[in-house]
């Protein structure tokens, strides 16, 4: 089984910046796909943007441009720069990993809020 830990959320004010991070144990290596996916109130769970284990990556729309997803030469940790912030990017975010079985992992998620 693979276990996600988020961290880095917080509060930032529109146009700033923040920098999640999911972090991987267990079996990592049969990991071949992690994404990040945000929930705001009210609304269904989205993804944001996604990296796969060849380093292709995909972004949202909604994101593009502010958005970059990245991962540690490790390949455990995987990273979301988000930039530009605005209040509609204010949402709990998931990290997600897909393995090889197939097995789907979530995080518990992390607190983003963009707001003055």
């Known amino acids: 089984q693979v276990q996600l830990v988020e961290s880095g959320g917080g509060l930032v004010q529109p146009g700033g910046s923040l920098r999640l991070s999911c972090a991987a144990s267990g079996r990592t290596f049969s990991i071949y796909y992690m994404a990040w996916y945000r929930q705001a109130p009210g609304k269904e769970r989205e993804l944001v943007a996604s990296i796969r284990s060849t380093d292709s990556t995909d972004y949202a729309d909604s994101v593009k441009g502010r958005f970059t997803i990245s991962r540690a030469n490790a390949k455990d940790t995987i990273y979301l720069q988000m930039n530009s912030l605005k209040p509609e990017d204010t949402a709990v975010y998931y990290c997600?990993?897909?393995?090889?079985?197939?097995?789907?992992?979530w995080g518990q998620g992390t607190q983003v809020t963009v707001s003055s």
């Open positions: 997600n990993a897909v393995s090889y079985g197939p097995a789907i992992a």
